[in-house]
């Protein structure tokens, strides 16, 4: 019995502690959002047309990303982000930019 009752207090714990996480993951979220600055990727213009948009929006993992393209605007124009294991400028090497 006394085994039961510790199982249900480290499940609790668990339970509660994993709700303050999304929370304030949540929060770190939405406030990131907040302040986000929109870029348009511009390298060559005539190419590149006005719907090719990303945003800095708190993403920094290439499991995030969708293309070569846009982890490329991550890496040069976001903060924090984390795609550019060896530091050679390429992000996403054996996802994306291959």
Known sequence: MNRFIVILIVL????YGNQKYRTHQQ????HSSETTTEYVA???PDVLSNSTQFKCD???H????TSCEEATFFINNCPGTKMDGNNDGIPCERQWCQ
């Not at 609790?12 to 339970?15: E, V």
């Not at 929060?27 to 939405?30: G, H, P, T, V």
């Not at 290439?62 to 990303?65: D, N, T």
């Open 62 to 65: 290439c499991s995030q990303m």
């Open 42 to 44: 511009s390298s060559e």
């Open 58 to 60: 708190g993403r920094t």
């Open 27 to 30: 929060e770190l979220l939405s």
């Open 12 to 15: 609790g714990l668990g339970w």
